[in-house]
């Protein structure tokens, strides 16, 4: 039928028919957010280009755990900023280190929060890249698996609920999964950042993580903007190797990407809005020139409606402020 006889807009018409007829909605179920702990105490460093996103002591970092909890958020992403870095990232893996510090005061006065560790070795290496280096400067996949590993362990002895490789080396998720199961933790989720690109909008993160690389870029790990088809590669490997959920980074460029998963693969997927998402719109709504609340609730929406289980986004606390899930 076409028109005058069908007419779209009668369904329009009405409020509660617009809600009958919604076809995807966000929930603070869907959403994780993502915090900075570093060390020392009553530390509350404001994140320049990151508007009301601060790198956080433990006892501050307790205090916006209660709070988020409270506001209906019950999943938290957690990144380290240490008090010194080494060659390989292996300072992370310290009992004493920062993350797995964090993991257990979370666990012993926030319980019910649900606590996912990044597993990468950028924040916490002299020279800023996600693993190990060869003499000639490049990184060593085969050597910085052995780092990523004890990390995971490390920080599930401290109680992670689930740990989140992010660092792009081949055959990660398979040795990760081994070294989690030699170590008696086979329960324990991995959520592998499976399509990370190397994006121009991670910059923020940078400054929040204290993670840029002092040399080169990361190019010769993370993937190509213009490649799709690699990204379903990169994918079904992890998928083979043993991740319970699969990642697209960054969230709104890569939209179509996480389309393309969802349509090939039987998998929980989540997608991470990334600073420079987050920053763009704070900027523009600073200058008045977008309705902040509209666009966030609109921006969650489509990456939800891509195919998205969950999301990691900067904005969760303000949503669960402002109440505009749908």
Not at 81 to 89: A, Q, S
Not at 145 to 174: E, H, N, Y
Not at 205 to 221: C, I, L, N, T, V
Request: proline fraction near 5%.
């Amino acid at each position: 039928m076409a028109f005058p006889i069908t007419r779209l807009r009668r369904l329009r018409m009405n409020s509660i028919t617009r809600d009958m007829m919604c076809e995807t909605s966000v929930s603070l179920n869907n959403l994780i957010m993502p915090l900075f702990v570093c060390t020392g105490n009553n530390i509350k460093n404001p994140i320049n280009s990151m508007p009301g996103q601060y790198q956080l002591s433990i006892d501050n970092l307790i205090v916006k755990c209660k709070d988020l909890l409270k506001l209906g958020i019950r999943s938290i992403l957690l990144f380290g900023i240490p008090d010194h870095k080494d060659e390989t990232g292996e300072c992370a893996a310290h009992d004493h280190a920062i993350i797995p510090k964090a993991i257990r005061a979370i666990k012993s006065q926030v319980p019910d929060l649900y606590v996912i560790a990044d597993v990468c070795n950028c924040e916490y290496t002299v020279h800023g890249h996600c693993g190990t280096l060869t003499s000639d400067g490049q990184v060593d996949n085969d050597a910085t698996l052995q780092t990523l590993a004890k990390q995971c362990v490390a920080f599930a002895k401290a109680g992670v609920d689930m740990v989140a490789p992010s660092d792009m080396m081949d055959g990660r998720i398979g040795f990760i999964r081994k070294a989690l199961d030699n170590n008696g933790f086979t329960n324990l989720p991995i959520m592998a950042y499976s399509a990370k690109y190397a994006s121009a909008f991670y910059g923020p993160f940078r400054d929040a993580a204290e993670s840029a690389p002092k040399f080169g870029d990361r190019k010769s790990y993370q993937m190509s903007p213009a490649n799709s088809n690699e990204a379903l590669r990169e994918i079904e490997q992890d998928i083979i190797e043993g991740a319970d959920i699969v990642m697209v980074k960054p969230a709104l460029p890569y939209l179509d990407i996480v389309r393309r998963t969802k349509d090939n693969f039987n998998m929980p997927i989540c997608a991470y809005n990334v600073s420079g998402e987050y920053s763009m719109v704070k900027a523009a709504a600073a200058n008045g020139w977008i309705d902040e609340k509209r666009i966030v609730n609109e921006i969650l929406i489509s990456i939800r409606r891509a195919g998205a289980d969950m999301i990691i986004t900067y904005h969760a606390e303000e949503v669960a402020k402002w109440g505009i899930v749908s």
